[in-house]
Nanobody, 125 residues
């Protein structure tokens, strides 16, 4: 069974940056597509980004394109989400999730089998 633990969240001013990490243990890490999701208070969960098992395919939500970058280090069993030019509307709990499904676009949320516990990101002055 895959286990995922997010870290790197915190409070940052608008325009600032944060790098989230998703540490994965359990089954063979480099077999899994990893996605990042977020859920703001009172809103539905939103897909942010995903990266294929090899790292060769990445996708982003329109709301974060050009500001966020996803990457993975298969030697360290870790996926990163670099978040730049942060805005107050990026405030949310951020979750990473894993699935064995491989697609050219991000798998749907229900297609992910394993989820982390989340890390809070707050963008505020």
């Amino acid at each position: 069974q895959l286990q995922l633990v997010e870290s790197g969240g915190g409070l940052v001013q608008p325009g600032g940056s944060l790098r989230l990490s998703c540490a994965v243990s359990g089954f063979t890490f480099d077999y899994y597509t990893i996605g990042w999701f977020r859920q703001a208070l009172g809103k539905e969960r939103e897909g942010v980004s995903c990266i294929s098992s090899s790292g060769g395919i990445t996708n982003y939500a329109d709301s974060v394109k050009g500001r966020f970058a996803i990457s993975r280090d298969n030697a360290k069993n870790t996926v990163f989400l670099q978040m730049n030019s942060l805005k107050p509307e990026d405030t949310a709990i951020y979750y990473c999730a894993g699935t064995g499904i491989a697609t050219l676009t991000c798998p749907r949320p229900y297609e992910y089998d394993y989820w982390g516990q989340g890390t809070q990101v707050t963008v505020s002055s």
